[in-house]
């Protein structure tokens, strides 16, 4: 299990907390998507995970691997913990490849770092793991540079480097990000293809966190607002937030009726705190000045007011 425990991270110099006190239990083989717009903080969180934050970046709370907090765990054993135990796929449509290397090599790198292959053996074993998420022909591919292929065969390649070492747990942040309909079809294909691995995603494309997730954690100015399975959450929404969200898209209707414009995140991280979304909900009462508490109802979890008098 991969456990987040009061996660908050704020860097030096910034007004707001880029991440606060999130918290998340990823059970093995699930689907967890992370949803929310621009700034929410999903993917700082990600990368929060395996410590890849710069220098002026503070992290609190506990990352928990199967009980070991990585966010304490020294250089040697985050080293292994990294590609070997855990996997992350940046964003960028597999932009963040070596351009000089190619690509049998990169996606053999891993077992080259985790398992002790010689460079002739990793790129041996990039054959099949290309063939698993359909990158035919493989050995032609294998061959290839990464500006020799599209970009949604690159964040495919990217996914078959993520679990070439063994790697359980696949970090995935915005992997459809700049992705045509046909590419996003090609990614959603590959994260079928995942059986054993747990896969922590996050994007702002529903449409893909429905189609990948079974579960869904809705944020919002770096706070996790509700958290349910895919399901419940798309057929019934609770939070203001996730309802506006959803009726917004264009598959229904786009409708969303604007309460006026919405101020900086910065003025809600003051003494008092309240809702975040206060701004701009229509069930905002007076009540929501102060910070609102995290409610459990039935198998969900939301951050709203407006249901803690029912339970």
Known sequence: MLSIKNVSVEFKGAKVKAVDDFSLDVNDSERVAIVGETGSGKSVLIVAIIRLLPNNAQVSGQVLLDGEDILTANADRLHEIRGGVISYVPQGGGGSMNPLHKIGYQVGEPLMIHKGYTKKEAVAASIPLLEKFNLVPAKEIADAYPHMLSGGMRQ??????????????????????????????????????????????????????KAVAKKIC??????????????????????????????????????????????????????????????????????????????????????????????
């Open 218 to 311: 809705v944020m919002y100015a770096a706070q996790q607002l509700e958290y349910g399975s895919a399901d419940e959450i798309f057929s019934d929404p609770l939070h203001p937030y996730t309802k506006d969200l959803i009726d917004a898209m264009p598959e229904n209707g786009m409708v969303y009726e604007d309460r006026g414009f919405a101020p900086p995140h910065d003025t809600y991280f003051d003494e008092q705190g309240g809702c975040r979304y206060r701004d701009r909900c229509h069930f905002c009462t007076e009540r929501c000045n102060n910070a609102p508490p995290v409610v459990t109802v039935g198998d969900r979890k939301v951050r709203c007011w407006k249901y803690a008098s029912e339970n």
């Open 156 to 209: 495919r390649t990217m996914v078959a480097m993520g679990i070439s070492a063994g790697a359980k747990y696949i970090l995935a942040d915005e992997p459809t990000k700049g992705l045509d309909d046909r590419r996003v079809k090609m990614v959603i294909d590959t994260f079928s293809q995942l059986t054993d691995e747990t896969l922590l995603c996050v994007t702002h494309d529903l449409l893909f966190a």
